[in-house]
């Protein structure tokens, strides 16, 4: 339920509507707009005399809200959420590139890459350390020492770092990563939300392989139910009948989710496409259809990368992508 307030309505009368919300096991929300002031009902309103709230003074009116997400719900909070990684702003306008390896795999490896992200201009920097593998066989990343090394990099560049978690008990050594990876594996690992819920970390939070916007909207929701709002959504392509690329890229959820949610929408043409050449027009197409951000692997030398090589652009066409996407983006829809 959202209850939307007049109109220079008055302070204590608010804050009385406020109290007596939360005497009825209601967790309200306010959120306070330039147009709008919303308060978002959190909780079981089914026992609650909507027609009594509608009479107050200080209210304009009273709507149910349908959808089982409610604090990711742009309803309750119209603005765009601008989610702050350590200085550099995703979202409200906003735009990002995080560029950088799929694995963290040496130092000289990942400086390399890191400079020349940034010099093509790159505003944050991407690598795994912890690396989700289909075969246990296949390089499963650096672990702790990859974390130490993605440091490293952004003391030299200035680069926040994005990285991926792959198990709660690893929280303590993301510590002093500026944004959490929520893995598209991971996306209904709510145990893992739960606790990221905690945290005021950025998440940046890929939809599953075969997950609907709905459910991506309710991972979203278990963080923020934590009191985590600082939530990148990323579209990382899904599975479909299609096999000539890894993925298929769902470009809708640009538009879509930027009507459902205020959460910033991040697009990985990476991960969606699986080929390097498909990644430069997706990156485009992402940029101008408005998406705020998007996370590109980079590699300095693809052929002999420990992972995702195929889809991994070289330092000169991540250069060139960036050049084409900088031209893009003063033409972004706008949309919401
Ligand atoms: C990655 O970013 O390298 C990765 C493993 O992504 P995803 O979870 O989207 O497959
Ligand atoms: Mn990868």
Request: net charge neutral; glycine share 8%; proline share 5%.
């Given at each position: 339920m959202i209850i939307i307030v007049k109109n220079h309505a008055d302070k204590g009368q608010l804050d009385t509507l406020l109290q007596w919300l939360k005497g009825q096991g209601i967790q309200p929300n306010l959120s306070v707009g330039t147009q709008q002031t919303i308060v978002g009902c959190i909780g079981d309103v089914s026992h609650v005399d909507i027609d009594l709230i509608r009479a107050l003074?200080?209210?304009?009116s009273v709507q149910r809200i349908q959808?089982?997400?409610?604090?990711?719900?742009r309803k309750f909070h119209p603005a765009d959420t601008v989610v702050d990684c350590s200085g550099v702003k995703v979202g409200g306008g906003a735009f990002q590139v995080m560029a950088g390896p799929?694995?963290?795999?040496d130092e000289e490896q990942l400086l390399t890459i890191a400079r020349a992200v940034k010099a093509a201009g790159a505003t944050m920097l991407r690598g795994g350390a912890f690396k989700p593998r289909t075969s246990p066989y296949s390089f499963q990343g650096l672990g702790a020492e990859g974390i130490k090394l993605l440091l490293k990099a952004r003391q030299e560049t200035g680069l926040p770092i994005v990285t991926e978690i792959m198990?709660?008990?690893?929280?303590?050594?993301?510590?002093?990563?500026?944004v959490i990876q929520v893995g598209a594996r991971n996306m209904q690992n709510f145990e893992l939300l739960k606790e990221l819920g905690h945290s005021r970390k950025p998440i940046l939070l890929k939809r599953g392989l075969a997950n609907t916007l709905q459910e991506l909207l309710m991972s979203a929701e278990y963080i923020m139910a934590g009191?985590?709002?600082?939530i990148m959504l990323c579209e990382r392509g899904i599975r479909t009948f299609?096999?000539?690329?890894?993925?298929?890229?769902?470009?809708?959820?640009v538009p879509l989710l930027h009507r459902l949610s205020h959460l910033p929408v991040v697009i990985d043409p990476s991960h969606a496409t699986g080929h390097a050449w498909l990644v430069p027009p997706c990156a485009a197409a992402a940029t101008a259809i408005g998406a705020d951000a998007l996370i590109i692997e980079v590699h300095n030398d693809p052929p002999h990368a420990m992972s995702d090589g195929v889809q991994s652009l070289t330092l000169a066409q991540f250069a060139t992508t960036m050049a084409h996407v900088r031209q893009l983006r003063p033409l972004a829809c706008h949309d919401r």
């Amino acid at each position: 339920m959202i209850i939307i307030v007049k109109n220079h309505a008055d302070k204590g009368q608010l804050d009385t509507l406020l109290q007596w919300l939360k005497g009825q096991g209601i967790q309200p929300n306010l959120s306070v707009g330039t147009q709008q002031t919303i308060v978002g009902c959190i909780g079981d309103v089914s026992h609650v005399d909507i027609d009594l709230i509608r009479a107050l003074d200080v209210v304009e009116s009273v709507q149910r809200i349908q959808e089982p997400y409610k604090n990711v719900n742009r309803k309750f909070h119209p603005a765009d959420t601008v989610v702050d990684c350590s200085g550099v702003k995703v979202g409200g306008g906003a735009f990002q590139v995080m560029a950088g390896p799929c694995a963290v795999e040496d130092e000289e490896q990942l400086l390399t890459i890191a400079r020349a992200v940034k010099a093509a201009g790159a505003t944050m920097l991407r690598g795994g350390a912890f690396k989700p593998r289909t075969s246990p066989y296949s390089f499963q990343g650096l672990g702790a020492e990859g974390i130490k090394l993605l440091l490293k990099a952004r003391q030299e560049t200035g680069l926040p770092i994005v990285t991926e978690i792959m198990n709660v008990q690893h929280l303590p050594l993301f510590e002093d990563v500026d944004v959490i990876q929520v893995g598209a594996r991971n996306m209904q690992n709510f145990e893992l939300l739960k606790e990221l819920g905690h945290s005021r970390k950025p998440i940046l939070l890929k939809r599953g392989l075969a997950n609907t916007l709905q459910e991506l909207l309710m991972s979203a929701e278990y963080i923020m139910a934590g009191g985590n709002s600082n939530i990148m959504l990323c579209e990382r392509g899904i599975r479909t009948f299609e096999t000539s690329t890894r993925n298929t890229l769902d470009l809708n959820v640009v538009p879509l989710l930027h009507r459902l949610s205020h959460l910033p929408v991040v697009i990985d043409p990476s991960h969606a496409t699986g080929h390097a050449w498909l990644v430069p027009p997706c990156a485009a197409a992402a940029t101008a259809i408005g998406a705020d951000a998007l996370i590109i692997e980079v590699h300095n030398d693809p052929p002999h990368a420990m992972s995702d090589g195929v889809q991994s652009l070289t330092l000169a066409q991540f250069a060139t992508t960036m050049a084409h996407v900088r031209q893009l983006r003063p033409l972004a829809c706008h949309d919401r």
